[in-house]
């Protein structure tokens, strides 16, 4: 029998609303792993400079200071010293299948950087976001670069537009803690839920993106 494909905690499409969720935690870090070499590759960086802009803390990766290749292992150290009991977010860009460009996932595993185009890099976090930015190929390289920014920027918004729902605690910077980095969570307004099953029904685009979870990584090499 074949590997069985793995799920996503949840998806959306970056044109519909996020999905309404809330994740108790406070003690949270973002990895946005990615470069500004390749405009496919910037979604990372993106997503770290409008946290950034919008006051949220502890974020690593932006255009200016983007987490690649090159030193993704000593960036990960640094987290690991000054965090060591955070939740840690990883967030990249991802290839798949054309039906599932323009899709955002939510795992509950870390991110992969480097898995879609054969880099061998160290896992990041706990839990992984990733946006399909474009269809996988013979030539991802060349796909990447001729991603359109305006796209990847449309997708960008969408995960700060989740996180800032998603992540109150860390936005109001509020004085709840976690042990462990466990990750609570759960709809808004009901209790939270037990289990794998965190699919949201409330948008018409959901469903699997298990096609498209290898991630670029920051081609900075």
């Known amino acids: 029998m074949g590997k069985k494909k793995e799920k996503p905690v949840f998806c959306w499409h970056y044109e519909d609303p996020v999905p309404d969720y ?18 496919g590759d910037c979604l990372g960086p993106l997503v770290g400079d409008m946290l950034q802009a919008k006051g949220i803390p502890n974020v690593y990766g932006t255009i200016d200071q983007p987490v690649h290749a090159m030193n993704i292992v000593e960036v990960l150290d640094v987290v690991e010293r000054n965090h060591p009991e955070a939740c840690v977010i990883g967030i990249d860009a991802s290839l798949g299948r054309i039906k599932n460009v323009g899709r955002i996932a939510f795992w509950d595993k870390a991110l992969e950087p480097g898995s879609g185009v054969g880099k ?32 990847v920027r449309s997708l960008a918004k969408s995960i700060v537009s989740f996180i800032e729902q998603a992540f109150p605690y860390v936005v109001l910077d509020m004085a709840a803690t976690t042990s462990e980095a466990q990750m609570s969570f759960s ?15 409330t948008t018409s685009r959901l469903g699997t993106t298990s096609d498209a979870i290898f991630t670029i990584g920051g081609q900075d090499s």
């Not at 809330?22 to 405009?39: I, K, P, Q, W, Y």
């Not at 030539?139 to 920014?149: E, K, Q």
């Open 22 to 39: 809330v994740f108790l935690n406070n003690d949270v870090v973002f990895v946005c792993v990615g470069t500004d070499r390749f405009t």
């Open 120 to 151: 061998d890099l160290p896992p990041v976090g706990q839990y992984a976001i990733t946006g399909v930015v474009n269809v996988s190929g013979v030539n991802d390289h060349v796909v990447l670069a001729n991603t359109r920014l305006s796209f």
């Open 187 to 201: 709809r808004r307004g009901s209790k939270p839920r037990q289990g794998g099953d965190f699919y949201d029904q």
